[in-house]
Structure formats: structure tokens, C-alpha cells
């Protein structure tokens, strides 16, 4: 079994409300500093056997068909 790990960010020129919210409260809160953030998602994909190159290729189809918005987010793979 192993799992890949999908990591789903917004694109750079996206505006993340969410990113600048936290960065509008970690000032106020003691954290000081902090000039960006950006939020995003962590899907974790555990699939049977090993992970090779026909499983990645599985698992990037499944991110970009319904895992990311590919129009306003990127995503990216690793085996962990």
C-alpha cells in the first residue's frame, strides 16, 4: 500500500481572502512579521500496491478532475 499525498494551493494571482484574514490577526495576536499566507488543502491517497508511474498517473487524473478547481488552483504529488 502507499499513500500520495496531494497538496492544492490557489493559483499566485488569486486573491485569498482566508490567507489575509490570518495575516490581518497574527499581528494583533503576537506573531509579527508575517507578511503572506496562502491557504490550501492536503488530500491524502492511500492506493494498493506501490505508487508508480501508471498509480501517479491515476492519482494526478483524480486531482485534476476532482480534487483541484484547475482553473484557479494548482496541485502537486508526492509518495510519502
Do not use: C, H, W, Y
Not at 488530500?43 to 487524473?61: K, M, P, S, T, W
Request: proline content about 4%.
Amino acid at each position: 500500500m502507499a499513500r500520495v499525498v496531494v497538496d492544492v494551493m490557489l493559483k499566485p494571482e488569486i486573491l485569498d481572502p482566508q490567507g489575509q484574514a490570518i495575516v490581518g490577526a497574527s499581528d494583533r495576536l503576537g506573531f509579527s512579521g508575517v507578511r503572506e499566507v496562502r491557504q490550501g488543502k492536503r488530500f491524502e491517497v492511500e492506493i494498493d500496491g506501490e505508487a508508480g508511474e501508471a498509480e501517479l498517473a491515476e492519482v494526478r487524473r483524480m486531482a485534476e478532475t476532482l480534487l483541484a478547481n484547475p482553473v484557479i488552483e494548482d496541485f502537486s504529488l508526492r509518495v510519502e
